[in-house]
């Protein structure tokens, strides 16, 4: 088929409606690089593989295809030496979990009805150790647990410490009598990671500190 075929089918608006039912960057992608084959063998496989995928919609199962993200950039950066960022590490556990789970679905009665997409899953790499690895380091969102090592949970512990008695100090001190006078309100808030008091404008200068923000009025 030419280009010209291509436009009066409006081939390229079949394939975009395609992609949006897609569950991954990636497959996004497949989806809009799709084109005809001319090849039996490849329109056999094609076939079969619709045949299979319609069947087990039919039958009302959700093939597990959550948590797959495109680990291109992430795999080449590790591939250079660099270290991955906890957020990229999280898609990495979540994308081998997604392969885990798709292996699953596809073993046992499914393998015999549905082979075709049974051997695409079975074609993909388990990685079970690193999986757990990663989930035992990284939460859900892409922060790094306080237990992911000994050494980050005793210093995670000591930063909370700190906090605690620096927003304590600070709630003695916005309360007190004496330095009431140089506040705006008894107040303590955190900005940018940093605990802030509302100074009054004419006082800034006595009260030593960085100045996150100005009110209106000059607070």
């Keep these: 088929m030419n280009e010209k075929t291509f436009r009066v089918l ?5 394939l975009t409606r395609l992609s949006t039912y897609a569950s991954s960057t990636l497959g996004n992608e497949l989806a809009l690089r799709l084109r005809p084959s001319t090849a039996s063998d490849e329109i056999i496989q094609w076939q ?6 319609c069947l087990i919609s039919q ?6 295809l959550g948590g797959i993200s495109d680990l291109r950039a992430a795999l080449k950066k590790a591939r250079l030496g ?11 556990g979540a994308t081998c979990r997604a392969a885990r789970l798709l292996r699953v679905f596809f073993s046992g009665e499914r393998a015999e009805t549905a082979p075709t997409l049974a051997a695409l899953a079975m074609a993909l790499a388990a990685f079970p150790e690193l999986e757990q690895e990663i989930e035992r380091a990284i939460e859900p969102e892409g922060s790094v647990k306080d237990n992911a090592s000994p050494q980050l949970a005793r210093l995670r512990s000591q930063i909370r410490t700190f906090q ?4 304590d100090k600070l709630n ?4 007190g009598g004496e330095s009431r006078k140089y506040l705006q309100e008894a107040l303590v808030t ?6 802030v008091i509302p100074v009054k404008q004419e006082y800034r200068q006595l009260i030593p500190g960085i100045v996150h923000d100005q009110s209106a009025s000059g607070a």
Aim: no cysteine; proline share 5%; charged share 30%.
């Design 190 to 195: 955190l900005r940018n990671g940093r605990y």
């Design 164 to 167: 605690n008695r620096v927003r």
């Design 172 to 175: 003695a001190l916005v309360h």
């Design 10 to 14: 409006e081939f390229e608006k079949i």
């Design 82 to 92: 660099g270290i991955l960022a906890p957020e990229e590490l999280g898609a990495v």
């Design 48 to 53: 079969a593989e619709t045949t299979e995928a």
């Design 59 to 64: 039958s009302g199962d959700r093939v597990p």
